[in-house]
T-cell receptor, first 111, second 117 residues
């Protein structure tokens, strides 16, 4: 069965304190791994798509990397406005089903 | 532009009411999705439409009835809901649902906050 886990469940950082979020997956036939940011009561906002092990994507203070078993979202020098829940999702299987979200990491960045 | 719009933003309904949620995208995407999200939980897939045809129904109760009138619009008709159906309902779209190969990114709308009394 396809599974996606994320760690830590919650993370508190001081402004400027860099860290990484983890997304581990067990799927057959990965067809894409997606990172989203979600603010309370709002829809997920797309951040990155990764397809192949070794792939990396960057956007402002965020960098996403992918291995065969997990993905990391690195946050460099975070600011309070980076506070949100970060969700990863994987697409697997032979057809467009199995778009599975992980439980998310709630990030709080304190000024 | 990667905008998906949803109306209404908030909806309160009784268990005997009939209401509809609406979703619209103008990105030329051919796949559209409905998700349900409970508080502090990740989104759960409900339905997938591909080229205006229902391709996936994740065992959703019949009190939820999806409709795709055209490639830009997606509706979710609600009837005889239960209080446990209260949640954030999210619509998403992607270029298409591919049979094999890389999957396209899904873009989400802001959601409709539904409260069933």
């Amino acid at each position: 069965e396809d599974q996606v886990t994320q760690s830590p469940e919650a993370l508190r950082l001081q402004e400027g304190e860099s860290s990484s979020l983890n997304c581990s997956y067990t799927v057959s036939g990965l067809r894409g791994l997606f990172w989203y940011r979600q603010d309370p009561g709002k829809g997920p906002e797309f951040l990155f798509t990764l397809y192949s092990a070794g792939e990396e994507k960057e956007k402002e203070r965020l960098k996403a990397t992918l291995t065969k078993k997990e993905s990391f979202l690195h946050i460099t020098a975070p600011k309070p406005e980076d506070s949100a829940t970060y969700l990863c999702a994987v697409q697997a299987g032979n057809y467009g089903q199995n778009f599975v979200f992980g439980p998310g990491t709630r990030l709080s960045v304190l000024p | 532009d990667t905008e998906v719009t949803q109306t209404p933003k908030h909806l309160v309904m009784g268990m005997t009411n009939k209401k509809s949620l609406k979703c619209e995208q103008h990105m030329g995407h051919r796949a559209m999705y409905w998700y349900k999200q409970k508080a502090k939980k990740p989104p759960e897939l409900m339905f997938v439409y591909s080229y205006e045809k229902l391709s996936i129904n994740e065992s959703v109760p019949s009190r939820f009835s999806p409709e795709c009138p055209n490639s830009s619009l997606l509706n979710l008709h609600l009837h005889a809901l239960q209080p446990e159906d209260s949640a954030l309902y999210l619509c998403a779209s992607s270029q298409e649902v591919l049979a094999g190969g890389r999957q396209e990114t899904q873009y989400f709308g802001p959601g409709t906050r539904l409260l069933v009394l």
